[in-house]
């Protein structure tokens, strides 16, 4: 399995903004999708966004369009969650794996708390 180590969150208010970094083994980004999850208390982990590897285009879920921007960068071997205009309901823990399906990896890392609060 891919490892992917995350950073970057922690707390912000209503309308702030987080940037996110997933590391990941070299040559990584050549091969595989990366996508970020995030799973806050009580609910299923769900998908948040997508890079492709094949052509780089990328995919957002509604609740998060316009307002977060994924980008990667080859030479740093990352991939990058910007998060603006921050709501409370982003709360929850995320995660990035070397997928876009939230069903096609179990080897789940420890994921970095984002919470939104005032």
């Known amino acids: 399995e891919v490892q992917t180590v995350e950073s970057g969150g922690g707390l912000v208010q209503p309308g702030g903004s987080l940037r996110l970094s997933c590391a990941v083994p070299i040559f990584t980004l050549d091969d595989y999708d990366i996508g970020w999850f995030r799973q806050a208390p009580g609910r299923e982990r769900e998908g948040v966004s997508c890079?492709?590897?094949?052509?780089?285009?990328?995919n957002y879920a509604d609740s998060v369009k316009g307002r977060f921007t994924i980008s990667s960068d080859h030479s740093k071997n990352t991939v990058y969650l910007l998060m603006n205009s921050l709501k409370p309901e982003d709360t929850a823990v995320y995660y990035c794996a070397p997928t876009c399906t939230v069903d096609e990896y179990d080897a789940w890392g420890q994921g970095t708390q984002v919470t939104v609060s005032s």
């Open positions: 890079i492709k590897a094949s052509d780089g285009s990328t």
